[in-house]
Nanobody, 123 residues
Framework: QLQLVESGGGLVQAGGSLRLSCAAS????????VGWFRQAPGKERDCVASIPWGGGWVYYVDSVRGRFTISRDNTKNTVYLQMNSLKPEDTAVYYC????????????????WGQGTQVTVSS
């Protein structure tokens, strides 16, 4: 079992930055893939970025590539999402997620979810 707890959401003006953190506890394996999904009102929950605990590759959805950076600190069992140049369309609830599949890009890949943290970007 894996538990995920997010922090770091909030309200920011367009062009600003936020850093989300996801602290993991429980049984963590290097083949787990962790990442961030987001869900705006009335829209589907989509993957924003993902990375294996053991490293090797990083995935970004096109709309955030070059603005967001996902990273992990294995010593702290924590995954981060640094979000720069935020836009109003980035407004959503952001969820930390993890799974044992080889990828983490769709909801079907996710075995564990965090509770979510709200990010609001004002124009």
């Amino acid at each position: 079992q894996l538990q995920l707890v997010e922090s770091g959401g909030g309200l920011v003006q367009a062009g600003g930055s936020l850093r989300l953190s996801c602290a993991a506890s429980g049984r963590i394996f290097s083949n787990h893939v962790v990442g961030w999904f987001r869900q705006a009102p009335g829209k589907e929950r989509d993957c924003v970025a993902s990375i294996p605990w053991g490293g090797g590759w990083v995935y970004y959805v096109d709309s955030v590539r070059g603005r967001f950076t996902i990273s992990r600190d294995n010593t702290k069992n924590t995954v981060y999402l640094q979000m720069n140049s935020l836009k109003p369309e980035d407004t959503a609830v952001y969820y930390c997620a993890a799974g044992a599949s080889s990828t983490l890009q769709a909801m079907g890949d996710v075995a564990y979810w965090g509770q979510g943290t709200q990010v609001t970007v004002s124009s």
